[in-house]
C-alpha cells in the first residue's frame, strides 16, 4: 500500500533558522505531491505542489521543495522561519489516478521568538 | 471563489441522534472528498465522489453514509455514532479526478459524540 512518512515529528527552532522537513513517498508509479499546512486552529492550506518538470518548487510565503525521484522523496525548505510559520506541515501524495490524497504523518514546527 | 465551505463548524450529538454535515463548493470541481482527522494525526480519507458517483468508499462503517446530491453540494449522514467517532471531519474538492490537480480544504466539522 501506498505511504508517506516524514522524518521529523516536532521540530523547533529559532526565528531566522534555516528549515527542513522531510518527506518520503512508497509509490512506484506517477505521482503528484503537495506539501499542505495547517495553522493552529485553521484549515489545511496548501504551501505547494510538484505534478512534473522542474523538481524544484516555489511556494507560498518563502516556501520551496524538491523533487528527488531516485530518494522518492519531496522535502520542504525555508531558508528563514518566521514566528508566524508555527504550524502542523504535511506531505501529501495524490495516487489512485488522483483521487486520493495520501497524508504523511506531519511535522509540527514551532517557531520560537 | 476558492472555498469550500463546511457546516456547521461544531456538532455535539448523542449515540442515537441522526445529523447531517454539509460541504459546498462553487469552483467548479467534479471531485469531493470526505476525510476524517483525529486530534495530532494527518486526515484519513473516508469518501471519494467523482462527477457526483462515490468512487472511493475506504471501508467506513455504515454509520457513516455519504451523499452527493449535485456538483456542488456533498454531504455526510451520521447515525448511531460511537464515541471514538469523535473527530474533525473535513470536506475538500479538486478539479477532478484522473489529472494532476491539488485538493481544497475546507475548515471542517469538529464532532463530538457523547
Known amino acids: 500500500a501506498q505511504s508517506v512518512s516524514q522524518h521529523n515529528h516536532h521540530v523547533i527552532l529559532s526565528e531566522a533558522a534555516s528549515l527542513e522537513l522531510g518527506c518520503n513517498y512508497s509509490?512506484?508509479?506517477?505521482?503528484?505531491l503537495f506539501w499542505y499546512v495547517q495553522y493552529p486552529g485553521q484549515h489545511l492550506q496548501l504551501l505547494l505542489k510538484?505534478?512534473?518538470?522542474?523538481?524544484l518548487v516555489k511556494g507560498i510565503k518563502g516556501f520551496e521543495a524538491e523533487f528527488i525521484k531516485s530518494k522518492f522523496s519531496f522535502n520542504l525548505r525555508k531558508p528563514s522561519v518566521q514566528w508566524s510559520d508555527t504550524a502542523e506541515y504535511f506531505c501529501?501524495?495524490?495516487?489512485?489516478?488522483?483521487?486520493?490524497?495520501?497524508f504523511g504523518p506531519g511535522t509540527r514546527l514551532s517557531v520560537l521568538p | 471563489d476558492t472555498e469550500v465551505t463546511q457546516t456547521p463548524k461544531h456538532l455535539v450529538m448523542g449515540m442515537t441522534n441522526k445529523k447531517s454535515l454539509k460541504c459546498e463548493q462553487h469552483?467548479?470541481?467534479?471531485?469531493m472528498y470526505w476525510y476524517k482527522q483525529k486530534a495530532k494525526k494527518p486526515p484519513e480519507l473516508m469518501f471519494v465522489?467523482?462527477?457526483?458517483?462515490?468512487?472511493i468508499n475506504e471501508s467506513v462503517p455504515s454509520r457513516f453514509s455519504p451523499e452527493c446530491p449535485n456538483s456542488s453540494l456533498l454531504n455526510l449522514h451520521l447515525h448511531a455514532l460511537q464515541p471514538e467517532d469523535s473527530a474533525l471531519y473535513l470536506c475538500?474538492?479538486?478539479?477532478?479526478?484522473?489529472?494532476?490537480?491539488?485538493?481544497?480544504f475546507g475548515q471542517g466539522t469538529r464532532l463530538t459524540v457523547v
Open positions: 509509490y512506484g508509479g506517477t505521482v503528484n
Open positions: 510538484y505534478f512534473s518538470g522542474d523538481p
Open positions: 475538500a474538492s479538486s478539479l477532478r479526478g484522473g489529472t494532476a490537480t491539488e485538493a481544497f
Open positions: 501529501a501524495v495524490a495516487v489512485n489516478y488522483g483521487q486520493n490524497f495520501v
Open positions: 465522489y467523482s462527477y457526483e458517483k462515490l468512487s
Open positions: 469552483m467548479g470541481h467534479r471531485a
